[in-house]
């Protein structure tokens, strides 16, 4: 993994929320003035205003200003996401997962003796390099496990506790009220330790300087400079009113088709019911395991119960996140779908959810890369559109849709119509 210092982390921090990448290498010159503005602009204000306005609200721990950078299909697509999640999730494994938590936040304040005297501080172990500052057994600051505790009580404190709350929540809100507090929350812990690098960085967010390359209505080229990094240049292009890097909007409806797929699989109603009993074994054993290191008179007894409680958490956290690659992914299934690459497929008649998350997987299945294919899932009362890609022969790609009746390929707009099969 590569070592960040503190200016390339300024830059990767807004390249990441504007573009998903970053680099860095040999120092760059020239005073960077600091930002001022603390609102988000309006849409038909220029790219560099846009952008400026998002480091600023970063920078004064205003996660929702993201938010509101994002154009409206955007923030319905990521509330999409969170419906669906509310929507598919079992209610009895989420609010045991929640009550469970609840408890560790409790133990963490209750106990935090023992906490105390068992080894690094969490800040330190986020921010210290391993081998360096204080080592394990010796008394560390209290108020760091104390801190920890406050930031998993903001999160069951939020709407993110209640499936009934998530299924009409509003990304924007959550991250304004639960992601603007546990940013204040991580910058004070992180500042416990003088090696930690979060809060320093996110101060220096008025040094990081942004300037246009070339604009004209629609378009717009931005460089960023932060002291020490080598400058990024991120196409800006305009989409429903709002300035967004271009590799984000081609690479939106893949992500976003990616994401649907997943809680799909990984929440279907059979998935679930087979792996329950296993869920519901593992919460009950790391609650009983919380239980003892609530209830330990002595440092022996909660270390022993807090290592058990951390191999049980640790073995559902693997469960919950669903089988994992054998192998390093190969370079060419880490390359992103160009929106070249995309052939939309149009299915005339009426599909509920689940027979358009099923007939999405069959059209990825057959596109030219499975290992990498990428969809997109909108549809209507009428219709239902597919994004899928990569795909090179339009023509070839339609043969492929055997359990679909083609009834119009067009190589040109690389578009195929099509309809269900009649069951026999």
């Known amino acids: 993994m590569r070592t960040m210092t503190s200016g390339c982390f300024l830059a990767g921090l807004v390249a990441f929320c504007l573009s998903g990448c970053g680099d860095g290498g040999a120092p760059s010159g020239g005073p960077a003035p600091v930002a001022s503005v603390s609102a988000p602009v309006n849409a038909g204000d220029a790219a560099d205003a846009a952008v400026t306005s998002l480091i600023a609200g970063l920078k004064q721990g205003r996660p929702e200003v993201f938010w509101e950078f994002l154009p409206s299909d955007f923030q319905d697509d990521l509330n999409g996401l969170i419906h669906q999640f509310a929507e598919r999730m079992d209610a009895e494994l989420w609010d045991r997962t929640v009550a469970l938590f609840r408890k560790l936040a409790g133990v963490l304040k ?10 690094p501080s969490p800040s330190q172990a986020i921010g210290r ?3 360096t500052g204080t080592e394990a057994g010796t008394a560390q ?15 069951l404190d939020s709407d993110l506790a209640s499936l009934q709350r998530l ?23 992180s500042k416990l330790s003088p090696d930690d690098d979060f809060a320093f960085s996110l101060d220096r967010l008025t040094e990081l300087h942004v300037s246009v390359v070339h604009a004209t209505q629609d378009a717009a080229t931005l460089k960023f400079e932060a002291p020490g990094d080598t400058p990024l240049i991120i196409k800006f292009t305009r989409h429903h009113g709002k300035w967004i890097p271009e590799d984000m909007e081609n690479e939106w409806p893949h992500r976003i088709g990616n994401a649907r797929a997943w809680l799909s699989t990984a929440l279907n109603p059979e998935t679930i ?36 409680a951390s191999l049980t958490l640790l073995s559902l956290f693997a469960l919950l996140s669903g089988p994992q690659p054998e192998a390093e992914p190969s370079a060419a299934a880490s ?12 299915v005339a008649g009426t599909l509920d959810d689940d027979a358009q998350d099923a007939l999405r997987d069959r059209i990825k299945a057959v596109a030219d890369d499975p290992d990498r294919a990428a969809a997109e899932i909108t ?31 067009n190589g040109a707009t690389r578009t195929i119509t099509a309809k269900p099969k009649p069951r026999k």
């Open 110 to 119: 209750s106990q935090k003796q023992f906490l105390a005297a068992g080894g």
């Open 129 to 131: 390099p391993k081998g």
């Open 141 to 155: 600051p209290t108020a760091d496990w104390a801190k920890l505790a406050d930031m998993l009580e903001t999160v």
């Open 167 to 189: 299924k009409t929540a509003d990304g924007g809100k959550l991250l304004a009220t639960a992601g603007g507090k546990m940013i204040e929350q991580l910058r004070a812990l």
């Open 273 to 308: 019911a087979e792996q329950k009993p296993r869920f519901l074994s593992m919460l009950s054993a790391a609650d009983a395991a919380l239980d003892k290191m609530a209830g330990a008179k002595t440092f022996p007894e909660f270390a022993a119960a807090g290592q058990h």
């Open 335 to 346: 390359q992103p779908v160009d929106s070249k690459e995309i052939v939309t497929v149009v």
């Open 379 to 409: 549809g209507d009362d009428e219709t239902s559109t597919f994004k899928v890609g990569p795909v090179a022969s339009v023509e070839a790609f339609a043969k492929r849709l055997d359990f679909l009746e083609i009834t119009g390929v």
